[in-house]
């Protein structure tokens, strides 16, 4: 590989790692909890941004921070914020409020019925 084509591999590296954007805001769904206010969500919902913020400059620090794409950073951003909500008692779609985790090796439990298809 020449001088020339290595100086335009580094520079183009360079360029890409550039385009990854920093997550700003969630892309997934929280709901209040159960006898919250308004105000009381809002106010979770603003320390769990600034936690998951956190917690994504942790995770993508360093030389590590130019490897991660941004759809992969905004997917951790995403879980830690569902993950502060949840704790602090708001509503996740998709999860049963106090449902406990299954069991290792328990069977999965029961989906829809398989579909029919016409023959």
């Known amino acids: 590989m020449g001088t020339a ?3 335009v591999l580094l520079v183009t590296v360079s360029l890409l790692s550039g385009c990854t954007t ?3 805001a969630p892309s997934v769904m929280a709901l209040p909890g159960p006898a919250k206010t308004l105000e009381q969500f809002h106010a979770d919902d603003t320390i769990c941004r600034q936690w998951a913020a956190q ?9 590590a921070a130019e490897s991660y794409g941004s759809g992969m ?5 995403d879980m830690a914020y569902l993950q502060c909500m949840y704790a602090k008692g708001n509503q996740i779609p998709g999860v049963a409020p106090g449902a406990p985790p299954p069991a290792p090796g328990a069977p999965a439990p029961p989906g829809p019925p398989p579909t029919r298809q016409a023959p």
Do not use: E, H
Request: glycine share 4%; aromatic share 10%; no cysteine.
């Open 5 to 7: 084509s290595r100086v």
């Open 22 to 24: 920093i997550p700003v």
């Open 55 to 63: 917690q994504d400059q942790a995770t993508a620090s360093g030389a």
């Open 73 to 77: 950073r905004q997917r951790w951003y």
